[in-house]
């Protein structure tokens, strides 16, 4: 093999396989046995994204129907648990940021797939500027941008802000949660969109984005959906 060879591996796409570390990545940074043993959420709420059981023939969980969510429709194609929750940690707690190319691009196929309208822009949660410091990073801007170079969706990142430092969600119990977000988010300029999505790793409660969605709607907004990579399994 020549030198020129040797030092361009991506263009070879010779990178062992991310997850089982041995068949050939391609271009995802997963071999292609590794994305089908994914987590995929197959029957899910078409509200909150909740995985239901093959045999629920609602398209809306439970709770969706006793108390509809504010967003219009989640889109999230995995479910958390192994081995998406140690890339997604890896993206947000340990600076593993080629996670966000690989879990970015997934998402990209899901939408590319499923959606039948795109939105006018795409807006990843943002991080409170502590927050921000902190990390030095924001995971849900990284998933954002290989999602708008996909899909040529427009990413806007300077229309909210959040303006609380909330604590963590998962130091809450679930009836804390919504009132940790209430007034988390400030929109500083008026949104002049119709459709927007909200861009998160995980939806756990969905009081997050459901408080961001809140926002946009009191401004105007007609429609905003989620898309996130997965989906916790429970309600915690
Ligand atoms: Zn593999
Ligand atoms: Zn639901």
Redesign the pocket.
């Known amino acids: 093999m020549n030198k020129w060879l040797n030092n361009n591996p991506t263009r070879l796409n010779i990178f062992p396989?991310?997850?089982?570390?041995?068949?050939n990545?391609g271009r995802l940074g997963?071999?292609?046995?590794?994305?089908q043993d994914l987590p995929h959420n197959l029957s899910a709420c078409r509200r909150c994204a909740l995985p239901l059981p093959d045999t629920h023939h609602a398209q809306l969980c439970g709770q969706c129907l006793a108390t509809p969510p504010i967003c219009y429709q989640a889109h999230v194609p995995y479910i958390y648990t192994t081995p998406l929750d140690a890339l997604i940690t890896g993206l947000k707690f340990r600076q593993q940021l080629h996670c966000a190319h690989l879990l970015g691009s997934l998402l990209a196929q899901h939408l590319q797939k499923n959606l039948r309208q795109y939105p006018e822009c795409i807006v990843p949660v943002p991080l409170h500027p502590s927050r921000l410091r902190e990390r030095g990073y924001n995971q849900a801007l990284e998933l954002a941008r290989p999602l708008s170079r996909s899909l040529g969706i427009q990413l806007e990142t300077n229309l909210v802000q959040r303006v609380r430092q909330t604590r963590p969600q998962t130091e809450l119990k679930l009836a804390s949660r919504a009132s940790n977000l209430r007034q988390a988010f400030q929109l500083k300029q008026p949104p002049n969109y119709r459709h927007i999505a909200i861009v998160d790793d995980v939806i756990t409660s969905g009081h997050t984005v459901n408080a961001l969605a809140q926002a946009f709607y009191q401004q105007g907004v007609e429609k905003v959906e989620v898309w996130a990579i997965a989906r916790a399994i429970c309600r915690n």
């Open positions: 396989c991310l997850l089982c570390g041995t068949a990545a997963i071999c292609h046995a590794c994305e």
